[in-house]
């Protein structure tokens, strides 16, 4: 059964860091592309970043890129995404997902696997 955990999830005042992790079970980590999404209260759900563990190629959404930094370990088959200088308008629920195949444009579409979320909320 394919599960994914997403935990380190918090409250943070702007201009802050948390790191998430994403613990991946039941499928062949480096075979499968894992993604970070969030989403805000009211809003839809965004894709923030992503990375194949196989080969580290990674790929980052505008709000993400200069902030955020993903990474893998494939030893323990988890995805991090580090996130720092955070904003008021971070604060979403973050959720990682897996979809089979190497980083690839569309980066943040078609995943077929999710897990449960974790929220942030960075205050002002």
């Known amino acids: 059964e394919v599960q994914l955990q997403a935990s380190g999830g918090g409250l943070v005042q702007a201009g802050g860091s948390l790191r998430l992790s994403c613990a991946a079970s039941?499928?062949?980590?480096?075979?499968?592309?894992i993604g970070w999404f969030r989403q805000a209260p009211g809003k839809e759900r965004e894709g923030v970043s992503c990375i194949g563990p196989s080969d580290g190629t990674s790929y980052y959404a505008d709000s993400a890129n200069g902030r955020f930094t993903i990474s893998s370990d494939n030893a323990k088959n988890t995805v991090y995404l580090q996130m720092n200088s955070l904003k008021p308008e971070d604060t979403a629920i973050y959720f990682c997902?897996?979809?089979?195949?190497?980083?690839?444009?569309?980066?943040?579409?078609?995943?077929?696997?999710w897990g449960q979320g974790t929220q942030v909320t960075v205050s002002s």
């Open positions: 039941g499928f062949t980590f480096d075979d499968y592309t």
């Open positions: 997902a897996a979809r089979w195949g190497p980083t690839l444009l569309p980066y943040l579409e078609g995943y077929d696997y």
